[in-house]
């Protein structure tokens, strides 16, 4: 990705947070807590065209109803009951609207992403505007915003079977990006996420379940071990905790790549090329990992797919061809300058650009393939660069354009169920069956 459950309904859930006893109200000539500073992403969020995503989609209702269960919770606590709570109601939703279940809310196609993307910064907009009667401090709303955060991308409800009945799949797509440019923009890793999660494939191995997560395209989220945080119940070796099921048979990390292809990314390098991300932040760096979260020592300049890319490359999946893609860009050791090795990395050489580029989506392949390494897990897994979704021809025009036209839907479709394709196969393959 580079320029290139159940949840309580909520009628029961505000019976509930009206029954609580309420905080007491903030001391007599204590200042109301002043609303934070809105983000760059949720000021976006006033612009036509998420106002159309959100309108088309019937997901217009979801941060007006969102802030008026807010006004009824009395502690910080009930607020984050109620942001966990509606947080996933929002992933659940999205999932659902995307698999086809329940009115499909307007006539934007069901396939798509963005009404989850645009209604999550509502939320959290909501959450930074908020002047409850209680104190609220920095720290306290920050986590309220996380528990939004990560409950409405799936990233505390992923749920891998046990037993070995069925091959366990974790799959991770990302939010649209480059939205200054367009504002319209799709992108179909977030939308496979959505309609793969929960789903079962068959595969000459056997069945196999799909579980995902959707993260943001911001590099200080990743700064904050978010990825590591929350692949590593499926990871760590010993019993999943409770609630998690089993651990994953194998992961696969997917964003939106080249136009016209697919790549399994074949390496993956240890830096941050500086490239604006949804916050409008640049970050030019060695990949950090933060200390508490397991890695390997030294850190090291490169990590491997371990998935079956013979297979999947020489395998018909879809109408895309899909590459073993080998390039990186690295200093050579004793070099000083950059150069781009077609065929992978030299022995000594420091990394300035994985086989997918050095934006987030290499950094969620190094991370992931890095965590799988620090403890020991011997699974399939690396990263998939899917085309880019582009809209059809005479709908380029990001000021005047339609947000959604029949080929973007026919793109968009077609990724995905390739996606699903190449997941049946890197299954099959790793099993040797």
């Known amino acids: 990705m580079r320029p290139s459950q159940s949840s309580i309904p909520r009628v029961l859930a505000a019976a509930l947070l009206l029954c609580a006893p309420l905080a007491l109200a903030a001391p007599a000539g204590a200042d109301t807590p002043a609303p934070a500073p809105l983000t760059v992403e949720e000021q976006r969020l006033t612009g036509a065209v998420p106002q159309e995503i959100l309108r088309r989609s019937g997901f217009d209702d979801v941060a007006p109803g969102f802030a008026r269960a807010l006004e009824h919770t009395g502690t910080p606590a009930q607020a984050r009951r109620l942001a966990t709570a509606d947080g996933r109601r929002l992933w659940r939703r999205a999932v659902d609207r995307v698999q086809g279940r329940g009115p499909a809310g307007g006539d934007l196609s069901r396939d798509d992403d963005r009404p989850l993307y645009w209604a999550r910064l509502g939320m959290t907009r909501a959450l930074r505007e908020w002047r409850p009667a209680f104190a609220l401090d920095e720290r306290r709303r920050a986590a309220l915003i996380e528990a939004v955060e990560r409950s409405s991308r799936g990233q505390d409800s992923i749920e891998l079977p046990a037993g070995q009945q069925v091959k366990r799949v974790l799959i991770t797509g990302f939010d649209p990006f480059e939205l200054d440019d367009d504002a319209r923009r799709s992108n179909p890793s ?203 021809e005479g709908n380029t025009d990001p000021a005047g354009g339609a947000v959604t036209d029949p080929e973007f839907v026919r793109n968009r479709l077609a990724i995905t169920a390739q996606v699903r394709s190449v997941i049946r196969v890197a299954v099959g393959a790793a099993t040797g069956r």
């Open 190 to 392: 977030g939308a496979a996420a959505l309609a793969l999660d929960g789903t079962t494939v068959d595969t000459p191995a056997g069945p196999a379940r799909i579980e995902a997560a959707v993260f943001p395209v911001r590099w200080a989220d990743f700064a904050d071990g978010t990825v590591e945080r929350t692949l590593l119940p499926y990871f760590r070796p010993g019993p999943v905790p409770s609630g998690h099921g089993g651990k994953a048979d194998l992961f696969m990390t997917i964003s939106q790549g080249r136009p016209g292809r697919f790549d399994v990314e074949r390496t993956n390098g240890a830096w941050r090329g500086g490239y604006p991300d949804n916050a409008g932040e640049s970050r030019t760096e060695t990949v950090p990992v933060p200390p508490d979260l397991p890695t390997v020592h030294p850190q090291p300049q490169w990590t491997t797919t371990s998935l079956p890319y013979a297979a999947i490359t020489s395998a018909n999946t879809g109408p895309f061809p899909v590459h073993d893609n080998t390039s990186v860009t690295e200093i050579p050791a004793g070099g000083t300058d950059p150069v781009v090795r077609p065929d992978g990395p030299t022995p000594g050489s420091t990394a300035r650009g994985g086989g997918g580029g050095d934006y987030l989506s290499n950094e969620i392949a190094y991370r992931a393939t890095l965590l799988r390494d620090a403890v020991g897990l011997r699974v399939p897994g690396g990263h998939l660069h899917t085309p880019v979704l582009q809209f059809g």
